[in-house]
């Protein structure tokens, strides 16, 4: 367990990311490749990935070189997710480049000692071997990370709309209080599940506050950087929802009614406002264009579904009770 200890001025500097991290959802994307633990939530990027994968030559990259240095264990080294580059994807790799080659000897030999670091890790104390290290990146992340960017912003923006609402109703420690299972607010702790076979270990943040992140390929426990003397940052998993085998997200078949009823674009339209959504994120969940989601918008508002407030420059549409019960009826669930 990692226990985050807080004061008054870190829980007014803790903050949810407003993006997903590119450079830390390349991390933990590899993780999902070396399990079957919540492959359910994940079977329609696997199959992709690995088509991907082989259609982009990057198989023997993966095998020979990504997965030794991402293994999913207690310790991958620090350096390959930036603390300053959090949600910038080119500073994040300009940061893994700029890594000071004793950083990177001492973090390997970190790595070594928990699991076993590859023969070669030693070179990438060379700047030429980070480079070309950032090179497979880039790759990697442009053949099965960068085509979920939307689907992962959608669901990041969702969060942080319920994380809001918990903020409203009990400061940030109400917010604290509903990340999740794998998460237990006990003042002025935040108790954060790890791997049975990690070590316990606190965190003091020190007035330093706290950065959370929202992980779209995160699955299970948490993500801290190993070295205290780091910015805090938490990258913590979206709670998946099942789906029938082969189905894409959100595309259930207990939601068959409901999709019968409404139409496939105006039933995820709903299902987004069950957390608060934007036109332009319901337009992202459901895949069609601003102006049909503002159409579907003002239909289920008409029918008394959902209700629409603005929030700055957008507008965000959430349920009323007669689409909450709708929702639960449709989706066989207590909602």
Not at 96 to 112: F, G, K, S
Not at 265 to 271: D, E, G, K, Y
């Amino acid at each position: 367990m990692l226990r985050i200890h807080f004061s008054d001025g870190d829980l007014a500097r803790t903050r949810v990311a407003a993006a997903p991290d590119p450079v830390s959802e390349i991390a933990a994307s590899l993780h999902r490749l070396q399990s079957r633990k919540g492959r359910w939530a994940y079977v329609g990027w696997y199959r992709t990935a690995r088509q991907q994968l082989r259609d982009k030559g990057l198989e023997r990259v993966l095998r020979s070189v990504l997965l030794p240095l991402y293994p999913r264990a207690a310790y991958f080294p620090d350096f390959l997710t930036p603390a300053g580059a959090v949600g910038d994807f080119d500073t994040g790799m300009e940061a893994i480049v700029a890594t000071p080659p004793q950083r990177v000897l001492a973090e390997l030999a970190v790595l070594d000692r928990t699991v076993g670091a590859p023969a070669w890790a030693g070179q990438l104390t060379g700047l030429q071997a980070r480079k070309e290290l950032v090179g497979m990146l880039r790759a990697y992340h442009a053949a099965v990370v960068a085509p979920y960017e939307e689907q992962a912003q959608a669901r990041i923006e969702a969060e942080r709309v319920a994380r809001c609402r918990g903020l409203l109703d009990g400061g940030v420690e109400g917010m604290l209080s509903g990340l999740g299972p794998m998460l237990r607010w006990r003042p002025p702790v935040l108790e954060v599940s790890y791997p049975k076979q990690t070590a316990d270990r606190d965190l003091h943040l020190d007035g330093r506050g706290l950065t959370l992140v929202p992980s779209y390929f995160n699955w299970g426990e948490p993500v801290a950087f190993a070295d205290p003397q780091l910015p805090p940052v938490l990258w913590y998993s979206l709670l998946h929802e099942p789906s029938s085998p082969g189905a894409p997200y959100g595309s259930d078949a207990s939601e068959r009614p409901l999709t019968t009823l409404l139409g496939r674009a105006r039933a995820v339209a709903l299902r987004a406002a069950a957390t608060g959504a934007t036109t332009a994120e319901m337009a992202r969940a459901a895949g069609v264009s601003a102006s049909s989601a503002s159409r579907h918008a003002t239909a289920l508002r008409d029918a008394g579904l959902i209700t629409t407030v603005r929030h700055g420059p957008a507008v965000l549409h959430t349920l009323t009770p007669a689409g909450a019960s709708l929702l639960r009826a449709g989706t066989g669930g207590p909602g």
